[in-house]
């Protein structure tokens, strides 16, 4: 039987391009996106069987669990984005992007985890980010979202190790993607013009980024590793950037994310 995998958010972008690579290499890919009736047999990837999925609603994971069967490998990639000073994000829009990109993944896994175990085999692959690492101004909700998936991810990597489960993230910089951005702030605020300046540098940085297929190459060498490591830089000098953030002092980071986004105009 061939293995089985499944992408959360595989209507689009890096969820996409990651269930038609594994399709090509033989995995039989389950692929969910909200609403699987909206894609035109156009948008359909062969190989792919789409599943209705909202990470926000338990009962829409349990099922997905229930209906999925048994998984070899996971591939936690569904989220969303948001920009807006911290001071007047609403309390509500930051838990609904939590329940997104951490709580569902979460619950999720927590879901796939016990076949695995039983079967001491399986892979979980978190789509994190960059910015989990070197936070953006404005997309500061966005960035403790992928932070805290990071730091869940390798914790769980531990926790699972002797059951025959591997762990990986994989945090992208900069990729092409049309992944959505809640835009929040207030028609009055003093930050108005600074978040606007972010979104303008984030939006064309995205604009002329690698292509999702670099993050889908990345998978599956992930899923190939015999002893997969725990974390995945990939992007544009994604590695040498990752390099740099370890070693340069955190007021040379800083320095220079503000004057990559302008903020001191």
Known sequence: MAPRALVTGASRGIGRAVAAALAGRGFEVIGTTRNPESLSDGEKLNGVRYHPLDLADEK???SLVGQAGEVDVLVNNAGGSQIGPIEEVPLAAMRALLEQNLLGSVRLTQGLL????ARLSGRIIFISSFAGVTPV???????ASKAALTSLARGLRQ???THGVQVSVIAPFDIHTTIPLDVRFKEDSPYRDAVLRVKDVRDKSLAAAPEPSV???KVLQVVAARKPRAFYPVGRNAGLQS???????DTVVENIVRKLFRMDR
Do not use: C, G, T
């Open 60 to 62: 829409s994971i349990d």
């Open 114 to 117: 016990p076949q695995m175990r």
């Open 137 to 143: 101004p404005f997309l500061s909700v966005y960035a």
């Open 159 to 161: 926790e699972v190790k």
């Open 215 to 217: 993050v889908a190459r």
């Open 243 to 249: 390099f740099l953030l370890k070693h340069l002092p």
